[in-house]
């Protein structure tokens, strides 16, 4: 039996689209939503809505759209909510209050702890109506280069999306690979370093150097920075060692001794 999903502020918030025009603009935003947690939509008088063409574009979207509400007013669609954000691809005449969606983000997952929180997004071609400005606590505006602002309706969703799902905090891990062996102790770390300063000093590495623990001091915070895994610190050291065991074999086979003040 599958364990029940855990409940955050991401359940509390929905996307408000008002008067969408284009039933491939509305996927696109469902996709979005799903990609980042969100599961709750409603329209304003949108031009089309075709639940068979929305999932062929959004697959497996079907909860999603069959949980759409459709509404005749934004009034209507906004009125169990208890706080909007609205989105704007410019700054109006009007005063408001703009905010940046990254910046924003944490205010809003806290409001969706309270209450219902909506995400207003206006029709594609001339965006929110300062009458539907009016009804948002802030307004966000996405960055985005000056000489070619404008963003599609489902581009500027998923980021808006994107933003509150990662102030959500990141469910979602980066994969390992296969051969992941999980980080390297202090005690493997030390092998690797080890290995690495014998090997090096088998081949006359820090000859003429005027402070050889320099130069390992150099090595640990290079490959500090690096931050190497189980498996990686064990190659590093393996490399240490052959480079120690080659030099002892070639010195054994030409009768040659190693350099003077070098590992043995």
């Given at each position: 039996?599958?364990?029940?999903?855990?409940?955050t502020p991401l359940d509390d918030i929905v996307v408000v689209l008002d008067q969408p025009q284009n039933v491939v603009n509305i996927a696109g935003c469902i996709r979005a939503m799903m990609?980042?947690?969100?599961?709750?939509?409603?329209?304003?008088?949108?031009?089309?809505?075709?639940?068979?063409?929305?999932?062929g574009i959004a697959h497996r979207s079907d909860p999603v759209v069959?949980?759409?509400?459709?509404?005749?007013?934004?009034?209507?669609?906004?009125?169990d909510v208890s706080w909007v954000l609205g989105t704007t691809a410019r700054p109006r005449t009007a005063a408001r209050n703009f905010v940046r969606p990254r910046k924003i983000a944490p205010d809003v997952l806290q409001a969706a702890r309270e209450g219902t929180v909506a995400i207003l997004f206006g029709r594609e071609d001339r965006g929110?109506?300062?009458e539907a400005l009016d009804r948002c606590h802030y307004v966000a505006i996405v960055p985005t280069d000056?000489?070619?602002?404008?963003?599609?309706?489902?581009?500027?969703?998923?980021?808006?999306?994107?933003?509150?799902?990662?102030?959500?905090?990141?469910?979602?891990?980066?994969?390992?690979?296969?051969?992941?062996?999980?980080?390297?102790?202090?005690?493997?770390?030390?092998?690797?370093?080890?290995a690495l300063e014998r090997g090096l000093g088998s081949i006359?590495?820090?000859?003429?150097?005027?402070?050889?623990?320099s130069i390992l001091r150099t090595i640990r915070t290079l490959l500090s920075r690096a931050e190497p895994?189980?498996?990686?610190?064990?190659?590093?050291?393996?490399?240490?060692?052959?480079?120690?065991?080659?030099?002892?074999r070639e010195g054994e086979e030409s009768g040659a001794e190693a350099p003077e003040g070098e590992a043995q």
């Open positions: 039996m599958d364990a029940p999903r855990e409940v990609n980042f947690g969100l599961s709750r939509i409603r329209l304003v008088r949108p031009a089309e809505f075709d639940e068979y063409r929305i999932t069959q949980s759409a509400e459709i509404f005749d007013t934004l009034d209507d669609a906004l009125a929110l109506a300062n000056p000489d070619y602002s404008s963003l599609n309706l489902a581009q500027a969703c998923l980021l808006v999306c994107y933003e509150l799902f990662q102030a959500a905090g990141d469910r979602d891990p980066l994969p390992r690979g296969k051969r992941d062996m999980g980080p390297a102790s202090v005690e493997e770390l030390e092998r690797m370093y080890d006359g590495f820090y000859k003429g150097a005027r402070r050889p623990e895994d189980l498996r990686e610190a064990k190659l590093m050291q393996a490399i240490g060692f052959e480079i120690e065991k080659y030099v002892a």
